[in-house]
């Protein structure tokens, strides 16, 4: 009984020594072994041999980054305003020997220098400020905490500003300033958008009144031009009008002289002319009494003597001189009227012209059968028995 006593003691002893004489690091932990209370050596991510009741493990330390959160934390401003900051540190332990033997707990030591430095820094800015330099803030804190935690072992990654609450006063004050400054921006935007719309419309009138101003002065000029046009084509219509009216009756005159000429024309001829020309000369409305001269017959038997020549029937008769009778027609000026009958939009207009100006070119004849004059008859020429005698 007793062997058995003595043996289950010593199957413990040996558990224990074996317990105590292997341990296991994991992955990502560091274990800070001491010799007889002296720091022996650090092990991480192995299976470690301790000497029995003379090594052992003083703390495993965490080696991955840790997120650590703090409580909110009042601050006063350089304004003298007070403001909660909740602030969220991120670091690692990169020497697990000084954070087990340069602080007793990091973790709190992390957590008192980040407010004594928050304080430090937000205490030299306003209230405005600290809300609008999160970043500068950051900045500083890392910087200050890197460099104090850099003998415990620690490396700060991140520091990270979670809230910065400012008083409810403050905060009811400063919804109101916002407030404000929306609706001065609001009206400052309105009023700016009616300025535009204001001077678009204006420039949009503007340009609508120019390009109206330059249409009406194109349509002048076009209507302008129009009837310029159209008074120097009707003057040129006229003058060609009056030219071939004047030709015509050059023709017809020349034809007249021609055939009185050819005729040998008589006084009695004369005379009947003028006797059938009167009742013409009558018809005007202003045209009452006509009265003959007693001696309009001795006035054409003067005319006949001068301008001819007396027959063997002892009448006296045109004879044309030799100057008269090969006398020249009008000389021929169709090439220097030629432009005033250009009709280039009117073809058939054209095709008139032309025709007209081939008759008007044709020679005039002047072989014309002569008129005989007409032999008086003894009653034509009787005088009355009073007169007579």
Not at 20 to 42: D, F
Not at 292 to 319: I, N, Q, W
Request: no cysteine; charged share 25%; net charge negative.
């Amino acid at each position: 009984m007793a062997a058995l006593i003595v043996l289950a003691v010593i199957v413990v002893l040996v558990v224990i020594v074996v317990a105590k004489s292997v341990t296991l690091v994991p992955q990502a932990e560091a274990a800070v072994i001491e010799r007889l209370g002296r720091y022996a050596k650090t092990v991480s991510g192995q299976l470690t041999f301790l000497v029995p009741f003379v090594d052992r493990v003083r703390a495993k330390v965490d080696l991955r980054e840790r997120v650590v959160s703090f409580p909110p934390q009042p601050v006063i401003t350089q304004d003298n305003l007070t403001v909660s900051i909740d602030t969220v540190v991120y670091f690692q332990v990169t020497n697990p020997q000084a954070a087990v033997y340069e602080i007793n707990n990091y973790i709190v030591g992390v957590e008192q220098l980040t407010t004594t430095t928050l304080r430090n820094v937000v205490g030299g800015m306003t209230l405005e400020e600290t809300l609008t330099s999160r970043d500068s803030i950051n900045g500083q804190l890392r910087g200050v905490l890197d460099e104090a935690t850099g003998r415990w072992g620690l490396r700060v990654a991140r520091v990270e500003l979670k809230s910065i609450d400012p008083p409810p006063s403050i905060q009811e004050s400063m919804e109101k300033q916002m407030k404000a400054d929306r609706e001065k921006r609001a009206t400052i935007l309105t009023a700016e958008g009616h300025r535009e719309s204001a001077i678009k419309t204006a420039e949009g009138d503007k340009q609508s009144r120019i390009l109206a101003a330059e249409g009406a002065k194109q349509a002048a000029i076009l209507t302008a031009e129009g009837e310029r046009q159209a008074r120097i084509l009707s003057a040129q219509g006229e003058r060609a009008a009056k030219y071939l009216q004047a030709q015509g009756d050059a023709k017809a005159i020349e034809k007249t002289f021609a055939a009185i000429r050819a005729g040998k024309p008589t006084p009695e001829m004369l005379a009947y002319q003028y006797l059938q020309t009167l009742p013409q000369m009558a018809q005007g409305d202003a045209n009452k009494v006509w009265l003959l001269p007693s001696d309009f017959g001795d006035a054409l038997k003067g005319f006949a003597k001068t301008l001819g020549a007396p027959g063997d029937d002892g009448v006296f008769r045109y004879e044309p001189t030799a100057e008269t009778a090969y006398a020249s027609a009008p000389a021929d000026d169709s090439d220097e009227v030629a432009e005033w009958f250009e009709t280039k939009t009117d073809p058939s207009v054209a095709r008139a012209v032309a025709a007209a100006e081939a008759v008007a070119r044709q020679p005039v004849d002047t072989s014309l059968a002569p008129v005989h004059a007409v032999e008086p008859t003894p009653s034509q020429h009787a005088l009355p028995p009073e007169q007579e005698q």
